[in-house]
């Protein structure tokens, strides 16, 4: 059965760092995409970016571009999203999930909350 | 970026209708279009890949359409646990951007 299980919620103030994880099993982890979504509160959802666990290949959004960093460690079959200086503005859901055509398979999502 | 928009933003409808929600995007995404269900608090369900194949385990109330730029997704007779959040995703080019999102809710 694939599973994406990501860590659990965070609660930090601004201007800390964050390390999220979503690690994939029953599947080849090297073999597809795992890609980073964003849900702000109430909101609809936004691409941050993806990686390919086999190469480390990094696309980023725009949006996000300079903002996280997205890495994988294929030994352990774990994809990570990580701030090196959180804001307010990133208090949100992160989801990750699995890039077959489309993203098939989704993690239960890690919520941030960046508060002083 | 290709810009995805969505309409409309939200449905009123109730048990038994049939609805169509539409996604239109900036540019020509060929065929490479997602449809999701969200819940409330739960990640989002793939429905539909490829503008039209419906993904393993989704009801065949559900259908979809298009190609180039405008592209549907119609439920057929709307079930109770139909009544959610819908987007529409673009994997023809990065970033891959989704819809606004259309609320579909109990009249």
């Known amino acids: 059965e694939v599973q994406l299980v990501q860590s659990g919620a965070e609660v930090k103030k601004p201007g800390e760092s964050l390390k999220i994880s979503c690690k994939g099993s029953g599947y080849s982890f090297t073999n597809y995409w795992i890609g980073w979504v964003r849900q702000m509160p109430g909101k609809g959802l936004e691409w941050v970016g993806i990686?390919?666990?086999?190469?480390?290949?990094?696309r980023y959004s725009p949006s996000f571009q300079g903002q996280v960093t997205i890495s994988a460690d294929k030994s352990i079959s774990t994809a990570y999203l990580q701030w090196s200086s959180l804001k307010a503005s990133d208090t949100a859901m992160y989801y990750c999930?699995?890039?077959?055509?489309?993203?098939?398979?989704w993690g239960q999502g890690t919520l941030v909350t960046v508060s002083s | 970026d290709i810009q995805m928009t969505q309409s409309p933003s939200t449905l009123s409808a109730s048990v038994g209708d049939r609805v169509t929600i539409t996604c239109r995007a900036s540019?020509?995404?060929?065929?490479?279009l997602a449809w999701y269900q969200q819940k409330p608090g739960k990640a989002p369900n793939l429905l539909i890949y490829e503008a039209s194949s419906l993904e393993s385990g989704v009801p065949s109330r559900f259908s979809a359409r298009g190609s180039g730029t405008e592209f549907t997704l119609t439920i057929s007779s709307l079930q109770p646990d139909d009544f959610a959040a819908y987007y529409c995703q673009q994997y023809n080019s990065y970033p891959y951007t989704f819809g606004q999102g259309t609320k579909l809710e109990i009249k």
């Open positions: 540019q020509s995404i060929s065929s490479w």
């Open positions: 999930a699995r890039q077959r055509v489309a993203a098939d398979y």
């Open positions: 990686i390919y666990p086999g190469d480390s290949n990094t």
